[in-house]
């Protein structure tokens, strides 16, 4: 009953221990993932302010979206200077997620150039040169992975792993798990003892004393009804349902066989014997002297 009780108490007080720990990442996970989004926004603005500047003395950098920057320059450059600038600005911010960059022209807004990065540079640039071109350029920036990669700067997501470690090793240790203990369980279950006579249904053996006898199915199943109902009057008609599933003359005449043999199994046991009720069926009795 005490253990009952400290498992229902474990049960409540681990609930709601993991429901305000689940409660407090949560809100704590939003803060730093909102921590974590303005710091990007201001260093990718920064960055792409910066190579805009580079070509123009007129920047405009919106946040349009979540994850897209969009960059007024009116920049009289190449698309591949534009291209290589914000890769450069970037990289140097060590912004090393994925990114696609789209130049447009600026009179019309019609996308002339894009560029997939799978792979930032992390090494500076050499030998960068500006070119110029007559087409007046502005440019954007998608971060299609913006989200995942912010997630993955949590460290929260690190500690609330270690905490459930904790606890699930505390559960481990409080009840002693042990991975052969069902095992165990099982086998004790399938032994039933009585007086000097020990009975395993799994196994199909009858312990008596020092002697063990191989039973076969049905006397298995005899000796299971008597051992889990002793001193307790069991009708013929049980038998002969359970085990023969039939009934008949010839039936029945099988079935005084089976205990006639049963009977000279338990002989060596006198404290354990088969009591022939007539025209009612058979009792095992257990002597407690």
């Avoid at 007129?58 to 897209?68: F, G, I, L, Q, T």
């Amino acid at each position: 009953m005490s253990n009952s009780r400290d498992v229902k108490n474990l049960i409540i007080y681990g609930g709601v221990a993991l429901g305000i720990l689940i409660c407090t990442q949560i809100y704590w996970f939003s803060k730093a993932f909102d921590a974590n989004s303005e710091s990007f926004d201001h260093t990718v603005s920064a960055a792409l302010f910066a190579a805009a500047d580079t070509m123009s003395d007129e920047v405009s950098v919106e946040k349009r979206a979540a994850n897209y920057f969009y960059v007024t320059s009116n920049a009289l450059v190449t698309s591949k200077t534009v291209d290589t600038l914000i890769r450069k600005e970037l990289a140097a911010r060590n912004i090393l997620l994925e990114y696609e960059i789209g130049v447009y022209n600026a009179e019309d807004d019609s996308l002339v150039h894009v560029t997939s990065v799978k792979s930032p540079a992390t090494t500076p640039f050499e030998d960068l040169k500006i070119e110029a071109d007559a087409t007046h350029k502005n440019f954007a920036v998608m971060f299609p992975t913006r989200e995942s990669f912010l997630v993955g700067k949590n460290d929260l997501i690190l500690i609330t792993l270690i905490v459930l470690a904790l606890i699930a090793l505390f559960i481990y240790n409080y009840f002693d798990i042990n991975p052969f203990s069902n095992t165990n369980n099982s086998l004790n279950t399938n032994q039933i003892s009585l007086g000097a006579c020990t009975l395993d249904t799994h196994n199909q053996i009858l312990n008596v004393g020092k002697t063990s006898h191989q039973l076969t199915y049905k006397e298995n199943q005899i000796l299971k009804l008597f051992f889990e109902n002793p001193n307790q009057v069991i009708e013929r008609k049980v038998f002969l349902e359970n085990i023969w599933e039939q009934d008949g003359f010839f039936v029945a005449r099988s079935m005084d066989v089976f205990i006639s043999k049963i009977r000279k199994y338990l002989k060596a046991e006198e404290s354990v014997r088969i009591e022939n009720l007539r025209s009612i069926g058979y009792r095992l009795v257990i002597n407690q002297n």
